[in-house]
Structures are given as C-alpha cells and as structure tokens.
C-alpha cells in the first residue's frame, strides 16, 4: 500500500476554503489596523481630527465617542466570536463616515466607502458565527 494520499474531492474542496479563510483573516487584520489607528489619532487629539470634527459641527464630543468605537471595532475584528458583531457595527459606523464626508464635509467618500465594502464583506463570511452569538446571549 501506498503511503501518499489519493487527491479525492474532500482534499481538493477543502484546500480553497482554507486560502480564502486565510485571505478573510487577513481582511480582518488590515481593516483592523486601519480603523484603530483612526480611532487612536481621534483620541490622541490629532489637530486635523480636532479640524475635521470641528467642520463637522457636532462638537468634539463626537469625536471622541467615534475614535472609541473605532478602537473597540478595531479590537473585536481579532476575537473570532466578535468579529461578525464588529464588523457589522463598523459598517453602520463607516456608513455614517461615507454621509458625512459626502454631504456635510463635501469631500470624496472613497475611503470609508472602501472599507465599508471590506466590513460587509467580513460582516457576511461571519454571519453564521454572529447568528450563534446573539442567539446565545437572548436566550440568557
């Protein structure tokens, strides 16, 4: 007998949904780094955050409040059983972000756009996962 595995269906299947877990995972990680780093400079007091915010209107506020949720969005996106709830809660945030740079700042929404597409997208191949959590956390 031969040691070497045979190349069945199982084995073939199961290589591609390996890379694109790897490549979602990797979605995860960049759009991590990039929405709490955001949030960081948003708390850090970043003079062009302070200006932006102050453009806005809101007060600052605001500011404050969107750098936290930035962080504690960037943060969840790297605990699998939060990931599905942050990204969903970062796509209703960056919808917001794409609004008000279109329309109150008048300024291309391209950015938040983008990452809003990269949210969804996570939101979506978590989907399963989140479904469990929430499920689990109503029937407490």
């Known amino acids: 007998m031969s040691t070497i595995p045979k190349k069945t269906s199982e084995t073939v299947a199961?290589?591609?949904?390996?890379?694109?877990?790897?490549?979602?995972?990797?979605l995860h990680v960049v759009l991590a780094a990039i929405i709490a780093g955001g949030g960081i400079s948003k708390l850090a007091g970043d003079p062009v955050m302070v200006d932006m915010f102050a453009d806005?209107?809101?007060g600052q506020w605001l500011r404050y409040l969107v750098g936290a949720l930035e962080v504690a969005g960037g943060v969840g996106l790297l605990?699998?059983?939060?990931a599905g709830l942050a990204?969903?809660?970062l796509a209703a945030l960056l919808t917001g972000a794409v609004i008000t740079d279109q329309f109150v700042?008048?300024?291309s929404p391209w950015l938040p756009l983008a990452l809003l597409i990269v949210a969804a997208v996570i939101a979506r191949t978590r989907w399963s996962r989140t479904e469990a959590v929430?499920?689990?956390l109503l029937r407490r």
């Open 87 to 89: 990204s969903l809660g």
């Open 56 to 58: 806005i209107g809101a």
């Open 14 to 26: 199961h290589t591609p949904g390996r890379a694109s877990s790897i490549g979602v995972w990797i």
């Open 105 to 107: 700042l008048e300024q």
């Open 134 to 136: 929430v499920g689990t």
């Open 79 to 82: 605990i699998p059983a939060l």
